[in-house]
């Protein structure tokens, strides 16, 4: 941030104060720890994402509505290069962790119907969704925890 109090943070010294935060908070212990294990829950999410590539999802990947199709391919990218990057405890990995979750929490709330047709799908996405929730809010915590 600036040494002036007074001046008003811009866009770029705004990037670089919450990537420092990251990185020092990914020096931490506990967050280490912590972002393992965020490597393996997301490492999962893409092999599952995988699976349903490769037709072993509820349905064959060719029939399936071109909306899972497209979040197939675009969160097994995702979550594997997230689970490389916090496995390596790198700000990149927490960074691409926060896109994935932030872009599901989108797509699950505001286009839900392009996502969920039955009534157990709905269930399954909000299951999903609170998990990423407490994700986050424990990363959040171990974020703001200065020891």
């Not at 497209?70 to 979550?79: E, K």
């Not at 689970?83 to 929490?105: D, E, H, N, P, Y």
């Not at 709905?122 to 986050?136: A, K, V």
Request: contains cysteine; hydrophobic residues 50%; neutral net charge.
């Amino acid at each position: 941030m600036s040494s002036n109090p007074t001046e008003t943070p811009t866009s770029s010294n705004s990037i670089k104060y919450w990537w420092s935060a990251l990185k020092e908070a990914s020096d931490r212990p506990w967050m280490g720890v912590y972002l393992r294990i965020l490597a393996i829950i997301f490492a999962y999410g893409g092999l599952v994402h995988i699976a349903n590539i490769a037709g072993f999802g509820e349905m064959p990947w060719n029939q399936m509505p071109l909306t899972w199709q497209v979040g197939d391919i675009a969160y097994a990218i995702l979550d594997i290069v997230a689970a490389i990057g916090l496995w390596k405890r790198t700000v990149w990995g927490a960074v691409c962790m926060l896109c994935a979750v932030l872009s599901q929490f989108v797509i699950y709330t505001v286009f839900l119907d392009y996502f969920a047709f039955t009534l157990e799908q709905r269930q399954t996405i909000y299951i999903l969704l609170i998990e990423e929730g407490i994700l986050i809010l424990i990363f959040s915590g171990l974020l703001l925890v200065k020891k």
